[in-house]
Each structure stands twice: as C-alpha cells, then as structure tokens.
C-alpha cells in the first residue's frame, strides 16, 4: 500500500495548527506576565479615597502604564489618586523618586467615562531620567495611593502600610 500526500495533509495541518496555537498562547502569557494587577481589601479607605484595584503594565510605543480604580467618581484630577515611584523598596517611607499625577512633567493623565478610574502613561526614559537611575536599571517600584490625608495604599500590609510592587521598564 502506498501512501499519497493528500492523505497526510490533514495530519500535517492538524500538526501545524496545534503549534502555531501553542506559539500564539506563549506570547500571549509573556504579555500578560508583563502586566500586574493589584486588588485591594474593600472598606479600608477612607470616603472617597476608597481603592479597589491598581494596575502597571506597557502601552502601544514603549510607554508605561498606570491605572488606578477607585470605589467612588474621582470628583477633580487635582485629588485623583497618585502612583509612587521608588528606585528600591527600602525608599518606603521615603519621599518617592517621581510621583504620577495629574500636572506632573511628562505624564498624560486620563479618567475614565465613569470617572472612577484614572490611568497614567509615560515615557520610560522620562521617568528614567526623573528618577536618576541608569539604563541598566531594569525594574522599578511602585505603589497607588487614594488620598494624601487619608491614605489607602495598594499593595498594602494587613495592618495598612505601604508595600511596593517591581515593575519592569521594557517588556
């Protein structure tokens, strides 16, 4: 009995199909494992400093990404809630390196239609260069903050005091 390749073609594409699926599926956990999400515990904010979650992850064009989402509208941009940036974990309790805010240098801020989430981008040389780090630097730490007076830290401990999460520059 001989063998004709039209008989194999369907195994062969079977074969194909499988891997490029596996390939897309690899990718796509790299991208996902360059994103963070950060939930936190409901009802340790106070009023309208109430965080629910934070993200860090990269935009389109090499930009950095923050996002901040809170239980209540976020009334004005000049209260939003704010992302701090340290060079290691030991600068908690510290002033930050760079702070991402509304009005600070290099930052684009935008609120969602709902105005209860708040997201941030900006370039990785420019935070590089406002925190005075070396490009061999690879990775950074940050942590949200709900409010100045009353803050609400994510990540934060089970008594509530900041922690930070490493974020890496590049992908």
């Not at 991208?31 to 939930?39: F, I, K, N, T, W």
């Not at 904010?45 to 950095?64: D, F, Q, S, V, Y």
């Not at 989402?69 to 004005?76: K, L, P, R």
């Not at 060079?87 to 908690?92: F, G, H």
Request: charged share 20%; aromatic share 6%.
């Amino acid at each position: 009995m001989r063998w004709r390749a039209w008989s194999v073609l369907p195994v062969a594409a079977a074969a194909a199909g499988t891997l490029a699926a596996g390939t897309v599926l690899a990718d796509s956990q790299r991208v996902l494992a360059d994103s963070q999400r950060v939930l936190d515990a409901p009802g340790d904010g106070h009023g309208g400093c109430e965080i629910l979650a934070a993200t860090a992850g990269h935009a389109a064009g090499g930009k950095l990404k923050h996002t901040i989402t809170m239980a209540d509208a976020i009334q004005d941009t000049s209260v939003a809630p704010i992302v701090l940036i340290r060079a290691t974990p030991s600068e908690v309790g510290r002033a930050p390196r760079f702070t991402l805010a509304p009005g600070s240098a290099g930052v684009s801020t935008r609120r969602s239609v709902d105005r209860k989430t708040v997201t941030y981008t900006i370039t990785a040389a420019r935070l590089r260069s406002a925190m005075e780090v070396p490009k061999t630097r690879r990775s950074y730490f940050w942590s949200a903050n709900g409010c100045f007076q009353y803050p609400d830290w994510a990540p934060d401990t089970a008594s509530g005091r900041e922690q930070v999460k490493a974020h890496r520059f590049r992908p």
